[in-house]
């Protein structure tokens, strides 16, 4: 079965500095992965995914994804992180049930960007 | 467009009520789901619907039904509510297709329950 998990249950960086949330993999077959932002009292919002291609996946708000075969990790990146992005961020992995595709999130990762 | 709305946003009941949760999306998608967020756990798919009438079970359906007799809307009922349910409900909408059948989903604002 297609699963992610997110080692971290928080990260903490202060603003200015680049952040990295991590996410590792696991999938029979090609893997498809998507990573979701959900701020407080609100619903996920999309941020980028991959499918297929360039390793390096470029996504909203200046986040980017780098996924690394070899490693089976999807980590989300960014340059210069900002205390609004301080939010719950969860990465996902399609999964087939009955022919159809799902999708299957981790456990989420609390990101806090401090002043 | 409203994108994807769910009503009621709060809901208080006790054990063995019943409740039904209201997903209603605009943007003309095929496919709906439910999910239950809980704490330490992310995001689980109770039941999915891929077209108007059809549902399918997901990874936590047990204690729920859902029916999808409009496109736009997605029900989600409990008939018979238990404190395990206290959760956070979502409901999102994807179009069908995309590159490995699936598309970027949109999720609705939520609906906390708490079952006493």
């Known amino acids: 079965a297609q699963s992610v998990a997110q080692p971290e249950d928080q990260v903490n960086v202060a603003e200015g500095n680049p952040l990295t949330v991590k996410c590792t993999y696991s999938?029979?077959?090609?893997?498809?992965l998507f990573w979701y932002v959900q701020y407080p009292n609100r619903g996920l919002q999309f941020l980028l995914k991959?499918?297929?291609?360039?390793?390096l996946v470029k996504g909203s708000y200046g986040f980017e994804a780098e996924f690394n075969k070899s490693q089976t990790s999807f980590h989300l990146k960014k340059p210069s992180a900002l205390v609004s992005d301080s939010a719950l961020y969860f990465c996902?992995?399609?999964?087939?049930?009955?022919?159809?595709?799902?999708?299957?999130f981790g456990k989420g990762t609390m990101l806090l960007v401090s002043p | 467009n409203a994108g994807v709305t769910q009503t009621p946003k709060f809901r208080v009941l006790k054990t063995g009520q019943s409740m039904t949760l209201l997903c209603a999306q605009d943007m003309n998608h095929e496919y709906m789901y439910w999910y239950r967020q809980d704490p330490g756990m992310g995001l689980r798919l109770i039941h999915y619907s891929v077209g108007e009438g059809t549902t399918a079970k997901g990874e936590v359906p047990d204690g729920y039904n859902v029916s999808r007799l409009k496109k736009q809307n997605f029900l989600l009922g409990l008939e018979s509510a238990a404190p395990s349910q206290t959760s956070v409900y979502f409901c999102?909408?994807?179009?069908?297709?995309?590159?490995?059948?699936?598309?970027?989903?949109?999720f609705g604002p939520g609906t906390r329950l708490t079952v006493l």
């Open positions: 996902a992995v399609r999964a087939v049930n009955s022919g159809y595709s799902t999708l299957t």
């Open positions: 999102a909408s994807s179009q069908q297709g995309g590159t490995g059948g699936l598309n970027e989903q949109f």
């Open positions: 999938v029979s077959g090609n893997p498809y």
């Open positions: 991959y499918i297929t291609g360039d390793n």
